[in-house]
């Protein structure tokens, strides 16, 4: 077995982290050692809160009785609260923040401040890279929607030794409804809303139904669509790219209406999603579910704002010359067979699944700055069509012991194989004429790429109680992986007999051996917990986490001449681009290598007042080592990752659940983060010198912050029920969020932005009968303009050759909104 050599470092704790433990341990953990009786006696009785079970550590157990960091949030809380993405749910669990960047670019998820990518720059079904995300049993990378869930889980810290997907800091667990075999069952739903900004109504409708057809055999399906009219403008699209002009005098009405076709609540979102299952219990011992996934995006253009940009717009508009819609596909056809074996669980997961997507941007404002003469040409305009496909194949299968006995024992195989095709076309109109070039299409630039990954793992825990108040669990990992990747770039201006292909033929040609990853390894985790009370548990866990590398695509690059002005693109042997693992030692700008974290953590679960109340907390810190990096390539400034030296991540949870009378309950959570650099990395801030884009690039230094993740956040939720006539009832919530100041990029200095705190209100109040309900709501309150994300940098706000760089944008969330929803049971 080969270790990864990463692994062979010991734990020493940083100043950093001794400072966060030395004033957050004492209060958390001598709190809530206070004698339980003691906080009963200054409060009345009340009913204790209703337990969650969940399955996290593949054994059913309730919240407090798991001795990891876990947060779960059944389906009548997700309709109580009136979430629809996972975005919404995150905000109330502590020590996670998923960066809301809207419909066209999806959610960032970040788990206690493991995060180097710059915000903004996601799209698709990508996620953030250090959470794994499963539906179900397969792990799926999607920002699902919320409807016809039995929970949502939320597991902080890595989770390789009990799950097939390797984690670096945590997994988010969507887990559908089954078919029940014994009662039928039809429901409808419905939202229509008002989004502040928006002209039209915005409406969500749906329908589930359960249907047992025998006493073994039962089918279960629901179907929901949004339709979100968007609210934010394209004022400045321009009416024929290549001909009409993109930077006009905007006092000079004849000229903005001859040349602009303003696009108004661009950032609109269609979206049909659902399921099909059929289940199937011939007896005591077999449980069958086959599920047929999909949910199908069509966006109409980002969720953005050009307010900070040199081009002016108001606070919900975009200066982009072009539109930029996109369409999303994800399908998942997964089978699920659970044996009961006596001993032991037996389950098998099998998903196939395949995500396809296409889309169109502004591409102006990355040819212009490569300061390639591109803006003599007077009415300059560019848009990229990009396309991708990716279809996999995910098969676990692990055995739980059942035993009553001290010893308990998890044992688990993985297999992925997870193929891709992307391709990415600008095209120049009318630049090919100007420049006297034969390229009918004016097709600027072409770029291919495919790959392929395998991983397999091993994985598996052993507990033991070793009285009946303490127990120890040690877990392990071993994985390999390979990764195959073939890239390709053409400029086709400069080749009028070149011809674009499509996915189909780039899926078949032959990868390039020199971008070739192999590795394989092993992971460790341990933990304890110790039962001080029937209302006090507490805990530690040391584990590690996982994740693979992978290519950054791009064009072969030349040999190596030490006397050219190549930057990093090819490497003298011997050198080599971020420190990465030995193994990776060679990389060029075209690949990256995996990176690992080792979390340490402590950790309380207490219930006080009969179980009226229950307050969880943790303390942690968290090694990050060779942390994956966004970058830049020194020439062109394309986007890449690289391997940094370190990182690290200290900070404290605190959830806490309420029941203050029969009628109010009361939550909250709070999260302090602090996560930075732990080295210098080179060459990792772009600075661009004025006036033009002349480029030079500044070290990442020890101790810089690290983007995307707040130092502070906090939620609270309140909800009040009011008996009605007969068994109904009204119901009145009111929810806060908020977060305190981010960075877009690492470091904070050079080109990043400091993204102000904000809160964000919610209110609703419900009516609910034994068969239908209706509630009205009212989200963001206080109308707050609420940025979460950046594209580009402020150091674009230029003006090259009369032409304007509009790149720099943020992304926001929906103003103020106002709706009715109802729900109605047969």
């Given at each position: 077995?080969k270790?990864?050599?990463?692994?062979?470092?010991?734990?020493?704790l940083t100043?950093?982290?001794?400072?966060?433990?030395?004033t957050?341990?004492?209060p958390?953990?001598?709190g809530l050692m206070l004698?339980?009786?003691?906080?009963?006696?200054?409060?009345s009785?009340?009913?204790?809160i209703e337990?969650?079970i969940?399955?996290?550590?593949?054994?059913e157990?309730?919240i407090?009785?798991?001795?990891?960091?876990?947060?779960?949030?059944?389906?009548?809380?997700?309709?109580?609260q009136?979430?629809?993405?996972?975005?919404?749910?995150?905000a109330f669990?502590?020590?996670?923040n998923?960066?809301n960047?809207?419909?066209?670019?999806?959610?960032q998820?970040?788990?206690?401040g493991?995060n180097a990518?710059p915000?903004?720059?996601?799209?698709?079904?990508?996620t953030?890279?250090?959470v794994a995300?499963y539906?179900?049993?397969?792990?799926l990378?999607?920002?699902?929607?919320l409807n016809?869930?039995?929970r949502?889980?939320?597991?902080?810290?890595p989770?390789?030794?009990l799950?097939?997907?390797?984690?670096?800091?945590?997994a988010?667990?969507?887990?559908?409804?089954?078919?029940d075999?014994?009662?039928s069952?039809?429901?409808?739903?419905g939202d229509?809303?008002?989004v502040?900004?928006?002209?039209?109504?915005?409406?969500d409708?749906?329908a589930?139904?359960?249907?047992?057809?025998?006493?073994?055999?039962?089918?279960?399906g629901?179907f929901d669509?949004?339709?979100?009219?968007?609210?934010i403008?394209y004022?400045?699209?321009?009416?024929q790219?290549?001909v009409?002009e993109?930077?006009?005098?905007l006092?000079?009405p004849?000229?903005?209406?001859?040349?602009f076709s303003?696009?108004?609540?661009?950032?609109?979102?269609e979206?049909?999603?659902?399921?099909?299952a059929?289940r199937?219990v011939?007896?005591d011992?077999?449980d069958?579910?086959?599920?047929?996934?999909?949910?199908n995006?069509?966006?109409?253009?980002?969720?953005?704002?050009?307010?900070?940009?040199?081009?002016?717009t108001?606070?919900?508009?975009?200066a982009s010359?072009?539109l930029?819609p996109?369409?999303?596909?994800n399908?998942?056809?997964?089978l699920e067979?659970?044996?009961?074996l006596?001993f032991?669980?037996?389950?098998?997961?099998?998903?196939?699944?395949?995500?396809e997507e296409?889309?169109q941007?502004?591409q102006?404002?990355?040819?212009?700055s490569?300061?390639y003469?591109?803006?003599t040409?007077?009415?300059?305009?560019?848009?990229?069509?990009?396309e991708?496909?990716?279809?996999?194949?995910n098969?676990?299968?692990?055995?739980?012991?059942?035993?009553?006995g001290?010893?308990?024992?998890i044992?688990?195989?993985?297999?992925n194989?997870l193929e891709?095709?992307?391709?990415?076309?600008?095209?120049?109109?009318?630049?090919?004429?100007?420049?006297?070039?034969?390229r009918?299409d004016?097709?600027?630039?072409?770029?291919a790429q495919?790959?392929k990954?395998?991983e397999q793992a091993?994985?598996g825990?052993?507990?033991?109680?070793?009285?009946?108040?303490?127990?120890?669990?040690?877990?392990?990992?071993?994985?390999e992986y390979?990764?195959q990747?073939?890239?390709?770039v053409d400029f086709?201006?400069f080749?009028?007999?070149?011809v674009a292909?499509?996915?189909?033929?780039v899926?078949?040609?032959e990868?390039d051996?020199?971008l070739?990853?192999e590795?394989?390894?092993?992971?460790?985790k341990f933990?304890?917990?110790?039962?001080v009370?029937?209302?006090?548990?507490l805990?530690?866990t040391?584990?590690?986490?996982?994740?693979?590398?992978g290519?950054?695509?791009?064009?072969?690059?030349?040999?190596?001449?030490?006397?050219?002005?190549?930057?990093?693109?090819?490497?003298?042997?011997?050198?080599?681009?971020?420190?990465?693992?030995d193994?990776?030692?060679?990389?060029?700008?075209?690949a990256?290598?995996p990176?690992?974290?080792?979390?340490?953590e402590l950790?309380?679960?207490?219930e006080?007042?009969?179980?009226a109340?229950?307050v969880?907390?943790?303390?942690f810190?968290?090694?990050?080592?060779?942390?994956?990096?966004?970058?830049a390539t020194?020439n062109?400034?394309?986007?890449?990752?690289?391997?940094?030296?370190?990182?690290?991540s200290?900070?404290?949870?605190?959830?806490?659940?309420w029941?203050?009378?029969?009628?109010?309950?009361?939550?909250?959570?709070?999260?302090?983060?602090?996560s930075?650099?732990?080295?210098?990395?080179?060459?990792?801030?772009?600075?661009i010198t004025?006036?033009?884009f002349?480029?030079?690039?500044?070290?990442?230094?020890?101790?810089?912050?690290?983007?995307g993740?707040?130092?502070?956040?906090?939620?609270?939720f309140a909800?009040?029920?009011?008996?009605m006539?007969?068994?109904n009832?009204?119901?009145?919530?009111?929810g806060?969020a908020?977060?305190?100041d981010?960075?877009?990029?690492?470091?904070?200095?050079g080109?990043s932005?400091?993204?102000?705190?904000?809160?964000?209100?919610?209110?609703?109040a419900?009516?609910?009968?034994?068969t239908?309900?209706?509630?009205?709501?009212?989200d963001?309150?206080?109308?707050?303009?609420?940025?979460?994300?950046?594209q580009?940098?402020?150091?674009s706000?230029?003006?090259?050759?009369?032409?304007?760089?509009r790149?720099?944008?943020t992304?926001?969330?929906?103003?103020?909104?106002?709706?009715?929803?109802f729900?109605?049971?047969?």
């Open positions: 077995m270790h990864h050599p990463n692994n062979q470092k010991r734990f020493k100043p950093s982290a001794r400072a966060i433990a030395s957050m341990a004492l958390l953990v001598g004698s339980p009786v003691q906080a009963q006696e200054s409060g009785s009340t009913t204790a337990e969650i969940v399955t996290a550590t593949r054994r157990g309730s407090q009785d798991v001795p990891i960091n876990i947060a779960a949030l059944d389906g009548t809380r997700l309709q109580e009136g979430f629809s993405d996972i975005s919404e749910v995150l669990v502590p020590g996670i998923a960066v960047q809207g419909g066209r670019n999806g959610n998820t970040i788990v206690r493991l990518e915000l903004g720059q996601g799209s698709g079904n990508d953030g890279g250090t995300t539906l179900g049993e397969i792990p990378p999607i920002d699902l929607r016809d869930l039995q949502v889980e939320v597991l902080l810290g989770q390789g030794t799950y097939g997907a390797g984690t670096l800091g945590g988010i667990r969507y887990i559908p409804n089954k078919p075999l014994t009662e069952m039809f429901e409808v739903r229509v809303y008002s502040g900004e928006s002209s039209g109504l915005s409406t409708i749906g589930t139904f359960n249907l047992p057809v025998s006493d073994t055999f039962a089918i279960r629901s669509r949004l339709d979100d009219q968007g609210f403008d004022p400045f699209v321009v009416k790219p290549g009409s993109p930077d006009v005098d006092n000079d004849t000229a903005v209406a001859a040349n303003p696009a108004e609540d661009v950032n609109s979102q979206t049909v999603s659902g399921r099909v059929a199937w011939p007896n011992v077999i069958a579910t086959v599920t047929y996934y999909f949910q995006e069509e966006n109409g253009g980002r969720s953005v704002s050009s307010a900070r940009g040199a081009y002016p108001e606070r919900y508009a975009s010359r072009v930029e996109n369409e999303e596909e399908e998942l056809l997964a067979i659970v044996a009961d006596g032991a669980e037996l389950t098998s997961a099998t998903g196939l699944g395949k995500y296409v889309g941007r502004d102006t404002d990355l040819l212009v490569l300061e003469s591109y803006e040409f007077p009415t300059f305009t560019a848009l990229t069509r990009e991708e496909e990716e279809e996999f194949l098969q676990e299968i692990r055995l739980v012991s059942t035993g009553d001290p010893l308990n024992w044992v688990g195989g993985f297999y194989k891709t095709v992307a391709t990415s076309a600008e095209f120049t109109p009318g630049f090919a004429a100007f420049a006297g070039f034969d009918a004016d097709l600027e630039y072409f770029s495919s790959a990954v395998v091993i994985f825990e052993i507990g033991f109680d070793i009285t009946d108040k303490w127990q120890i669990t040690v877990g392990g990992r071993y994985y390979d990764i990747l073939q890239s390709t086709p201006l080749d009028p007999e070149f292909v499509g996915l189909d033929t899926g078949g040609r990868f051996p020199s070739r990853q590795d394989d390894g092993s992971l460790f933990n304890t917990s110790y039962a009370s029937e209302d006090v548990t805990y530690a040391v584990s590690e986490g996982f994740r693979i590398g290519g950054n695509g791009g064009g072969e690059c030349p040999a190596y001449d030490p006397d050219a002005a190549q930057g990093n693109c090819n490497l003298a042997p011997g050198q080599q681009f971020g420190p990465g693992p193994d990776f030692a060679e990389f060029d700008e075209r990256f290598g990176d690992t974290t080792r979390n340490f950790g309380a679960k207490t006080w007042l009969d179980g109340l229950t969880n907390g943790a303390i810190h968290v090694e990050w080592n060779d942390p994956q990096l966004s970058s020194v062109a400034s394309i986007p890449i990752t690289i391997n940094a030296n370190g990182a690290e200290n900070g404290v949870e605190l959830a806490t659940d029941r203050a009378s029969e009628r109010l309950r009361l939550r909250s959570s709070f999260s302090y983060t602090q930075e650099l732990t080295a210098d990395v080179p060459s990792l801030i772009r600075t004025p006036p033009g002349s480029s030079a690039f500044e070290d990442g230094l020890d101790g810089d912050r690290l983007p993740s707040p130092e502070t956040q906090f939620s609270m909800n009040y029920t009011i008996p006539a007969g068994s009832e009204l119901r009145l919530n009111a806060y908020w977060q305190s981010v960075l877009s990029r690492a470091g904070g200095r080109s932005l400091t993204l102000d705190s904000y809160g964000i209100a919610n209110l609703s419900v009516y609910q009968s034994d239908w309900s209706v509630s009205g709501y009212v963001n309150v206080f109308d707050e303009f609420a940025e979460t994300g950046v580009s940098t402020r150091l706000n230029q003006i090259v050759l009369d032409t304007s760089v790149s720099y944008l992304q926001v969330l929906p103003p103020r909104t106002v709706g009715v929803r729900t109605y049971k047969f």
